[in-house]
């Protein structure tokens, strides 16, 4: 769970960055169909929730 968290976390973070540089994959732009503003919650749940997964298993083993 601590590397799916992270590995949500990282593609959240990847998301959220890169259209300000101009960047769009083409696996990232189904979600701007929605609109900016649902586009900019999926990016930052993905990336919370990632967060959250991490955080919450890291020191399992």
Do not use: C
Request: hydrophobic share 55%; proline share 3%; no cysteine.
């Amino acid at each position: 769970m601590k590397e799916l968290g992270l590995g949500l976390f990282l593609l959240g973070l990847l998301s959220l960055i890169l259209p300000f540089f101009g960047v769009h994959h083409m696996l990232l732009t189904w979600i701007d169909e929605w609109g900016p503003t649902v586009a900019w919650a999926i990016r930052g749940g993905v990336t919370l929730v990632g967060l959250g997964l991490y955080l919450a298993f890291r020191n399992r083993d």
